[in-house]
């Protein structure tokens, strides 16, 4: 079963990766081993190893198979096709090529799809491997983020109204240094998305964030 489904995996990535030169066929692709928090998107993601093979990474995970590769679309944006293969079942299923989409950890059966270029103003899509469902997203504005059991931490952007009204405001100790750098102050509130219910609540808990 194992040999099938890497073959499977090969054959995948060799159709993705027809215009590039092949791999050398007597030698294994190098593989290293990606340990929690590694990667862009929440601390507490899944650990994994990873086969780089020309521009295609597969992230090894014990029940799924990611396989990401970049790619120009046709409005001229770039993004990553992520691709899931299910180790159990050898089924696989393109969860994203959206624009300026890219790749950002699993946990358990939740797949994480980082929307955004810049530092603030980012997207998180979620997608549910079992249904191969998307079952939310929210924007973040922070890469402060953090998994803890089915449940997503992350902080956003106060408007200006909200963040005027803020009282009392979160401790801030960098905040002249921050001023004097001649960058904007921002204040974030923390929410949390839950993968079983669907559904954010805010947590009431604030902090401050240079902005560029």
């Given at each position: 079963?194992?040999?099938?489904?890497?073959?499977?995996?090969?054959?995948?990535?060799?159709?993705?990766?027809?215009?590039?030169?092949?791999?050398?066929?007597?030698?294994?692709?190098?593989?290293?081993?990606?340990?929690?928090?590694t990667?862009?998107?929440?601390?507490?993601?899944?650990?994994?190893?990873?086969?780089?093979?020309?521009?295609i990474?597969?992230?090894?995970?014990?029940?799924?198979?990611?396989?990401?590769?970049s790619?120009?679309?046709?409005?001229?944006?770039?993004?990553?096709?992520?691709?899931?293969?299910?180790?159990?079942?050898?089924?696989?299923?393109?969860?994203?090529?959206?624009?300026?989409?890219?790749?950002?950890?699993?946990?358990?059966?939740?797949?994480?799809?980082?929307?955004?270029?810049?530092?603030?103003?980012?997207?998180?899509?979620?997608?549910?491997?079992?249904?191969?469902?998307?079952?939310?997203?929210?924007?973040?504005?922070?890469?402060?983020?953090?998994?803890e059991?089915?449940?997503?931490?992350?902080?956003?952007?106060?408007?200006?109204?909200?963040?005027?009204?803020?009282?009392?405001?979160?401790?801030?100790?960098?905040?002249?240094?921050?001023?004097?750098?001649?960058?904007?102050?921002?204040?974030?509130?923390?929410?949390?998305?839950?993968?079983?219910?669907?559904?954010?609540?805010?947590?009431?808990?604030?902090?401050?964030?240079?902005?560029?």
């Amino acid at each position: 079963m194992k040999n099938r489904i890497f073959i499977y995996l090969i054959f995948i990535i060799g159709f993705y990766n027809c215009t590039s030169s092949p791999a050398p066929t007597n030698q294994a692709p190098p593989q290293k081993y990606a340990a929690k928090d590694t990667l862009i998107g929440p601390s507490n993601a899944d650990a994994s190893t990873f086969v780089v093979i020309n521009n295609i990474t597969v992230y090894q995970y014990p029940e799924y198979h990611i396989i990401v590769s970049s790619e120009e679309l046709d409005d001229g944006s770039y993004s990553e096709r992520i691709t899931a293969v299910n180790m159990r079942t050898s089924d696989s299923t393109l969860v994203s090529n959206i624009s300026f989409g890219f790749f950002a950890g699993i946990s358990g059966n939740y797949l994480f799809v980082d929307e955004g270029t810049l530092d603030i103003s980012r997207t998180m899509h979620i997608y549910d491997l079992t249904s191969n469902q998307k079952i939310g997203e929210f924007n973040f504005d922070s890469d402060e983020m953090k998994i803890e059991g089915t449940q997503i931490h992350y902080f956003a952007l106060l408007d200006d109204a909200a963040a005027a009204a803020l009282n009392p405001k979160p401790d801030c100790p960098d905040a002249q240094k921050i001023l004097d750098a001649g960058m904007g102050l921002g204040y974030l509130e923390q929410y949390i998305f839950d993968f079983k219910t669907r559904q954010t609540t805010s947590t009431k808990i604030y902090k401050c964030q240079a902005l560029s």
